[in-house]
């Protein structure tokens, strides 16, 4: 898959010709710095890592310095292979918005969901609680109820869903339309909304 | 807010409309599509409210008909609104006139011809 790493900006909404409201989000993608390009022959498949977001280079582990000096580029925050680019690139070339998107077109986005802290049952899993407080139940509407059978099996299969940790995960959402692109500004408008805050890194792949 | 989600919202805002706001008397102008045939519906009525801020501010207009209140919610910057004329500049004192919905008989409105000063508002 091919893509650019970028930010989101945040979300509006327009009134298109047929008279429907269009909710879309704004991304502000790349350019992107290609740093390395790997061949079959050195690494066995065919692949171009990109960097987004100069950073400085005390930021920088020495490791990931080397890497950034051996490409003659300055560090990057995000780093990314893609694979399938169809344009010919080498080590410093940047990438922008219309090398690899078309207006119309459908894209992945990629992002990290924002962390909702520790949530019951009914939040993250979708439960539907006890129902009511009615029938001398209190203090439980929001329960799980039953974690499972009793004496057989005598414990609680793995994976039961429970309370927890919520959100701050990998989250990718398919299919989002392509509303328009901004070239100048390295904006690009998608239909839909997108994981994660605004000015959270997103990944967006065709 | 952004700016550049304010100027992405730019392109979709119309300037060709009046101003007009909570109680004045509007005539709505709003493209209908039967089949394939266009017409204009226009709907006529009381400005209760705006709301809403930039591409997505809508407008509520109530007028009484054969007896039954009848309210619409336009999204003022769509396409589909041909045009807003103004009849009738009201004078309310407040942004959001609920109230008239609960008057029982006719609803007087005083007018307020220089609303919006000497050029009437654009």
Do not use: W
């Amino acid at each position: 898959m091919t893509g650019l790493i970028g930010k989101k900006i945040g979300m509006t909404s327009f009134v298109n010709e047929e008279g429907k409201n269009v909710p879309c989000t704004l991304l502000e993608l790349g350019p992107c710095v290609v740093t390395q390009v790997k061949t079959a022959e050195s690494d066995g498949y065919e692949a171009v890592q990109i960097a987004y977001e100069p950073i400085k280079e005390s930021r920088t582990t020495k490791p990931l310095l080397g890497h950034f000096k051996k490409a003659g580029v300055k560090p990057h925050r995000i780093l990314h292979e893609i694979r399938g680019l169809e344009k010919e690139v080498k080590p410093g070339d940047a990438l922008t918005i219309t090398d690899i998107f078309e207006e119309g077109e459908f894209v992945d986005v990629v992002g990290r969901s924002k962390g909702k802290g520790f949530q019951g049952v009914v939040k993250r899993h979708g439960f539907a609680g006890v129902g009511g407080r009615t029938h001398g139940q209190h203090n439980r509407e929001r329960a799980p109820g039953s974690l499972g059978a009793s004496s057989f099996p005598s414990r609680v299969f793995k994976g039961k869903r429970m309370a927890g940790r919520m959100g701050n995960e990998r989250v990718k959402v398919f299919n989002l339309q392509v509303v328009k692109i901004i070239p100048e500004e390295n904006i690009m408008v998608v239909k839909g909304a997108v994981p994660g805050p605004r000015n959270g890194y997103v990944l967006v792949l065709k | 807010m952004d700016p550049r989600i304010q100027a992405f919202e730019e392109q979709f805002l119309r300037n060709d409309l009046p101003r007009f706001g909570a109680g004045d008397t509007v005539v709505v102008y709003y493209k209908i599509r039967e089949g394939n045939k266009e017409r204009i519906q226009p709907f006529e009525g009381i400005v209760l409210q705006r709301r809403g801020r930039g591409a997505s501010e809508t407008v509520t207009v109530r007028k009484v008909s054969h007896g039954v209140g009848v309210e619409r919610i336009f999204p003022i910057h769509s396409p589909l609104i041909e045009k807003i004329e103004v009849k009738r500049y009201g004078r309310v004192r407040r942004a959001r006139i609920f109230y008239i919905r609960n008057i029982k008989g006719k609803i007087k409105i005083r007018e307020h011809p220089n609303k919006y000063g000497e050029a009437g508002g654009k």
